[in-house]
């Protein structure tokens, strides 16, 4: 198993389009192979959101890749975060 965890903390009148953004992302990986789950989440304390992403391996994660850069292309993350999100590459130990 190989997660993929983000954690955005997008500035207060920058939330919906960032999610928008984390939508977009989710649903292309949708039907990509090896992909086990994938959720946005927002965290209810600090309003942070979570992006998270489930894969049988690292090698899927990667062959999806493609397909996770086209999805966000041209979105303005210098404009909703105040600093790049924090990211996380999970295996079972």
Same mark, same amino acid.
Do not use: C
């Given at each position: +198993?190989?997660? &993929? ?16 953004? +984390? &939508?977009?992302?989710?649903? /292309? ?9 994938? &959720? ?7 309003? #942070?959101?979570?992006?998270?992403? +489930? ?11 493609? /397909? +996770? ?6 979105? #303005? ?11 996380? &590459?999970?295996?079972?130990?």
């Amino acid at each position: +198993m190989f997660v &993929h965890l983000a954690i955005h903390r997008p500035r207060p009148d920058k939330t919906a389009p960032l999610i928008d953004s +984390m &939508h977009r992302f989710g649903a /292309a990986l949708i039907g990509q192979a090896g992909l086990q789950q994938v &959720h946005t989440l927002k965290d209810q304390k600090t309003g #942070n959101l979570i992006g998270l992403a +489930m894969w049988d391996s690292k090698a899927a994660w990667l062959a999806a890749r493609p /397909a +996770m850069a086209e999805a966000i292309q041209g979105d #303005n993350f210098e404009d909703w975060e105040d600093e790049p999100p924090e990211v996380y &590459h999970l295996e079972a130990v």
